[in-house]
C-alpha cells in the first residue's frame, strides 16, 4: 500500500509560482511511476506531468509545457511539480498518483492505483 501526502499548494497572483512535493510512504518508492493531476470545479480530473520510475521519462499536458516540471528524489522518496507563470486556468485541486504497473496511457486517471488527498492551487487574475 502507498500513502501519498501532497503539499505546498496555496494562493498566488497570476504570473506567480508554487512549488508541490508529495510525501510517498513506499517501500521500493523508485519503482513506482509517478505523475500529477488536477481537477478544477465542475471539470474532469486531467494529467498534467508524468515521470517515470528511474526519473529518465518525462511528459506533460500541452497546456503546461514550457511552464511546469516534475520531479523525483528517490532517496527522499519525494515528488514535485515546480510551476511557473501560473495562469487563472491553473486554478485547480492538484493530486499525486502512482502506479507500479499499468498498461493504460499516463494521462487516463484509471491507470493510477494511488491517489493522494490533494492540495488546492489558486491562481487569481
Known amino acids: 500500500q502507498v500513502q501519498l501526502v501532497e503539499s505546498g499548494g496555496g494562493s498566488v497572483q497570476t504570473g506567480g509560482s508554487l512549488r508541490l512535493s508529495c510525501a510517498a510512504s513506499a517501500y521500493f518508492f523508485s519503482t513506482y511511476t509517478m505523475a500529477w493531476f488536477r481537477q478544477a470545479p465542475g471539470k474532469e480530473r486531467e494529467g498534467v506531468a508524468f515521470?517515470?520510475?528511474?526519473?529518465?521519462?518525462?511528459d506533460y499536458a500541452d497546456s503546461v509545457k514550457g511552464r511546469f516540471t516534475i520531479s523525483r528524489d528517490n532517496a527522499k522518496n519525494t515528488l514535485y511539480l515546480e510551476m511557473n507563470g501560473l495562469k487563472p486556468e491553473d486554478t485547480a485541486m492538484y493530486y499525486c498518483?502512482?502506479?507500479?504497473?499499468?498498461?493504460?496511457?499516463?494521462?487516463?486517471?484509471?491507470?493510477?492505483?494511488?491517489w493522494g488527498q490533494g492540495t488546492q492551487v489558486t491562481v487569481s487574475s
Open positions: 498518483v502512482a502506479h507500479r504497473a499499468s498498461s493504460r496511457p499516463w494521462y487516463l486517471p484509471e491507470a493510477f492505483a494511488y
Open positions: 515521470i517515470s520510475a528511474g526519473g529518465g521519462t518525462l
